[in-house]
């Protein structure tokens, strides 16, 4: 077990889940940093995100440009919410007829 001077234990981040031997928390880096709501200072991990929120939290304070950059993200939201559905639907459907050729078999 490996630890500093003092013999105790390094910490571990939980964010990160890198280990330090002082215990001082280190950044969590990701390719994109978290945004944050310019009105309530929210953040978020995506632009996406933030955008569907200043959408659905702040609609009156929103200029036309950030309107439009909502209405994309709405867009795009539903789509991925019809492909996740197809896709579940299909999986409901499979397994519904695998079971039903398995009970055939069985019985």
């Given at each position: 077990m490996s630890g500093d001077s003092r013999g105790q234990a390094p910490a571990i981040d939980t964010l990160s889940g890198a280990s330090t031997a002082t215990g001082e928390r280190e950044l969590d880096v990701r390719d994109e940093p978290p945004v944050r709501c310019p009105y309530c200072d929210r953040p978020f991990r995506r632009a996406r995100y933030e955008?569907?929120?200043r959408g659905?939290?702040?609609p009156?304070?929103?200029?036309e440009r950030e309107?439009?950059?909502v209405e994309r993200a709405?867009?795009?939201e539903r789509a991925e919410t019809?492909?996740?559905?197809l896709y579940a639907l299909g999986v409901l459907v499979l397994?519904?007829?695998g079971l039903l050729i398995v009970a055939a078999f069985v019985v």
């Open positions: 955008s569907l929120h659905l939290e702040h009156d304070r929103l200029s309107r439009a950059t709405v867009r795009e019809r492909r996740f559905r397994l519904y007829f």
